[in-house]
């Protein structure tokens, strides 16, 4: 089954504490691409990756780190999470104009 | 910089018809998306305009009007479950942009 992948789909952290929240998909797209989702804001584009080792900047970067080692995997990295990174992610993969979504991460940071 | 408005809210009774807008304010547009979003689940893909005019998938409809900066999304023939947030989006060759979002609510 053709998908995108989120893990974990839940996490309470506390400030300053690392962590990653892994994506992978199994459709060989070569467009991969984060997102935060705030009540009212809509989805927003943190980083968004062309193809294996190219990577550029969404609209809301700051705080967050990715990498693209592999086609499939894009891992979005939080070096030292606030409190305002508390809020919805998304991951995607897209062919062309069509983006498909993971699940979603529910992200508290305390 | 890339903007996409559109309305906050929308309410339709069962049956009707509904259209949902969408204005863009950006540099290099590249065509306008829509997704549907149930509460609580990812998004999903409905439509893609590239070029002016109408597009069509059952129920739903996609318009674009290039030198209008606007789009529209048509939704038919309205059932219970079309009740979600829907996103228009600016697909940009991979840096996209999407709107707030219109919660659609469908009454019986």
């Known amino acids: 089954e053709a998908q995108v992948t989120q893990n974990p789909r839940y996490l309470i952290t506390v400030t300053g504490k690392k962590l990653t929240v892994t994506c992978s998909q199994n459709m060989n797209h070569e467009y991969m691409s984060w997102y935060r989702q705030d009540p009212g804001l809509g989805l927003r584009q943190i980083y968004y990756?062309?193809?294996?080792?190219?990577?550029d900047k969404g609209d809301v970067p700051e705080g967050y780190k990715v990498s693209r080692k592999e086609k499939r995997n894009f891992p979005l990295i939080l070096e030292s999470p606030s409190p305002n990174q508390t809020s919805l992610y998304f991951c995607?993969?897209?062919?062309?104009?069509?983006?498909?979504f993971g699940p979603g991460t529910r992200l508290l940071v305390l | 910089g890339q903007s996409l408005e559109q309305p906050s809210e929308v309410t339709a009774v069962e049956g009707a018809i509904v259209q949902i807008n969408c204005t863009y304010q950006t540099s290099g547009f590249y065509g306008l998306s829509w997704y549907q979003q149930h509460d609580g689940g990812a998004p999903t893909f409905l439509s893609y305009?590239?070029?002016?005019g109408l597009e069509e998938t059952g129920r739903f409809s996609s318009f674009l009007s290039r030198s209008d900066s606007y789009g529209y999304l048509l939704l038919q023939e309205l059932q219970m479950k079309d009740s979600a947030s829907y996103f228009c989006?600016?697909?940009?060759?991979?840096?996209?942009?999407f709107g707030d979002g219109t919660t659609l609510t469908v009454k019986p």
């Open positions: 995607a993969s897209s062919v062309q104009e069509t983006q498909y």
């Open positions: 989006a600016d697909p940009n060759a991979g840096k996209s942009t």
């Open positions: 305009n590239a070029l002016d």
């Open positions: 990756s062309m193809n294996v080792e190219v990577t």
